[in-house]
């Protein structure tokens, strides 16, 4: 079980977290002047990184607040998490 | 006969082929093999990083089955159980395919009613299917409990009977062997590593840790691996890989002659010739490559067991594993070329290809050779854009 530590109550056991996948998409300004193209790339298509990956966690038995972090998917190795309104750290 | 016709011969790569299939597991074999066979295209490599077939072809569960609900679905997966049927007759090998039927529980109201709508739609299919009421699931798999004061209480099944099992490892053997023995050249740890890139950016072959390997076409299986590949050519596919993982318990007597599957807990389970409970879990939620996933989900999955099968109480757990499953947001694969001249794709079978493995290397091996594959035309990449889905999550029972 991976241990994750929530930005906001410090490292707690994964069954706390709900997993959101990748961080720091964007919903299209004005949707309905995006092509198909641009739609499908919003909604369907990800990035998918065997390394360091920049994800959200939602510490959904806890504190209930979500988070980021950059975590190594080619060994599941957290290397950080930060709030929302902070840059990931160096 | 001599060990040349009993297995594949190793091979050296050769400077260039017509098509070369970068991905060793199930389904780079079988469309190599049926590239060879129904195509007579013979200039054929199949670049391997690791061994032979010891991805996710070595790491599943080896359900069969092709009770999906989608027409689109039901053709590829159907077709695919029709070529398991004739399958140890035509590679002349022992798969240990064995049709024992699949159970699909449902457990609440919704799963009847998606369940009996699935019979249904597999009948007008001429997929084989039928709908169990509890007492029949008792009857058909005498250990299953079917008391109604349990957490998740068996309210009836839908059963494949065509439907079963094969030993996988003996499944990639034999298709790598006819393969070989027709010509193809199987190359072992030898991983790609860059993409050879022509006029216009076309893909004109790989770059491997054993050289350079040109080709007409590149045909992409690497299954987990396939975002990392794609990645070398600045193509983002609507795959994720996740950790899958399951496990074996110690060996019993005869206790379990059917597969039971159910959605709603992350269970399926049969029992392998040799003795052992296999069963499988749900995906771990996040993203990772390194084979092994979190011990929780295991946990959760013995607990439902243990309620399901109250005999089970008394097995003990031998060894849990991963394999790394790539995911489409549909829970259906992609196959098909890809915006690259020269360069094919297949890939997001997730959680179930193994059935399919096949359909899968007919339909691909097809498409490569003569440009149009009928089975394969609703899979390509281009329904993320058209928005015309086969949405496979809920409506196949468990995508395994
Ligand atoms: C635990 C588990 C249980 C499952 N249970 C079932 C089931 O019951 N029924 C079912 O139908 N399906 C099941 N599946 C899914 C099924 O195993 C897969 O969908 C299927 O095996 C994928 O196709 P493949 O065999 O070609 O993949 P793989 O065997 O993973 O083949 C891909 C190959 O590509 C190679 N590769 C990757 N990168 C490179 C590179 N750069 N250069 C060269 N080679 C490379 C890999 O080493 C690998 O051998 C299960 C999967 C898992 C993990
Ligand atoms: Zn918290």
Redesign the pocket.
């Known amino acids: 079980m991976l241990l994750i530590r929530c930005p906001w109550c410090g490292p707690r056991d994964e069954i706390e977290f709900r997993y959101g996948g990748q961080a720091g998409l964007t919903y299209p300004p004005d949707p309905e002047a995006v092509s198909d193209e641009e739609w499908a790339d919003y909604l369907f298509m990800r990035d998918n990184p065997k390394g360091p990956f920049r994800e959200r966690w939602f510490h959904a038995a806890g504190c209930r607040r979500w988070f980021n972090a950059v975590r190594d998917t080619a060994t599941h190795r957290f290397i950080s998490t930060y709030r929302l309104d902070e840059e990931p750290p160096a | 006969m001599d060990e040349r016709t009993r297995y594949w011969r190793p091979a050296e790569p050769k400077p260039s082929y017509d098509v070369v299939i970068?991905?060793?597991?199930?389904?780079?074999l079988s469309t190599a093999y049926y590239l060879a066979k129904n195509h007579g295209i013979t200039d054929v490599c199949v670049?391997?990083?690791?061994w032979l077939?010891?991805?996710?072809?070595?790491?599943?569960?080896?359900?069969?089955r092709s009770n999906y609900l989608w027409d689109e679905s039901a053709a590829i997966y159907e077709h695919s159980l029709k070529l398991w049927e004739g399958l140890e007759d035509e590679l002349g090998a022992d798969l240990q395919f064995s049709q024992r039927g699949v159970m699909n529980l449902a457990h609440d109201l919704g799963d009847v009613r998606s369940s009996v709508r699935r019979v249904e739609a597999n009948r007008l299919n001429g997929v084989d299917a039928e709908w169990l009421t509890s007492e029949d699931v008792q009857a058909f798999c005498p250990i299953v409990n079917i008391s109604p004061d349990v957490r998740y209480p068996v309210l009836g099944a839908t059963l494949q009977r065509r439907g079963g099992v094969a030993r996988h490892d003996k499944v990639a053997w034999a298709y790598a062997t006819a393969a070989s023995n027709l010509g193809v050249d199987i190359v072992e740890h030898?991983?790609?590593?860059a993409f050879v890139r022509g006029a216009g950016g076309r893909v004109e072959g790989v770059e491997t840790t054993q050289g350079t390997i040109r080709a007409n076409t590149t045909a992409l299986?690497?299954?987990?691996?396939t975002s990392?590949?794609a990645a070398m050519v600045g193509l983002r596919l609507p795959l994720q890989s996740h950790p899958?993982?399951?496990l074996v318990s110690a060996l019993y007597e005869p206790i379990l002659d059917c597969v039971v599957m159910s959605n709603a807990v992350h269970v399926?389970v049969s029992q392998a010739d040799k003795g052992e409970l296999v069963m499988?879990a749900g995906i771990d939620a996040y993203n990772g490559y390194a084979q092994r996933g979190s011990f929780h989900v295991i946990e959760h999955q013995m607990a439902a067991a243990l309620e399901l099968f109250p005999v089970f109480e008394h097995a003990s757990l031998l060894r849990t594993w991963?394999?790394i499953?790539d995911v489409c947001p549909d829970a259906s694969p992609i196959v098909g070329p890809t915006p690259i001249d020269g360069l094919y794709l297949n890939c997001g079978?997730?959680?179930?290809?193994?059935?399919?493995?096949p359909g899968s290397g007919w339909a691909f091996a097809e498409l490569i050779a003569t440009g149009a594959s009928e089975l394969a035309r609703p899979y390509e990449l281009e329904r993320f854009t058209t928005g015309a889905l086969i949405d496979e999550h809920g409506a196949a029972a468990v995508a395994?």
């Open positions: 970068v991905g060793g597991g199930g389904h780079g670049v391997e990083k690791g077939a010891g991805g996710n072809m070595a790491r599943n569960t080896t359900i069969i030898s991983e790609v590593t299986v690497a299954a987990g691996h990392v590949l899958l993982q399951a399926y499988g991963a394999g499953v079978w997730g959680t179930g290809g193994f059935k399919a493995t395994h």
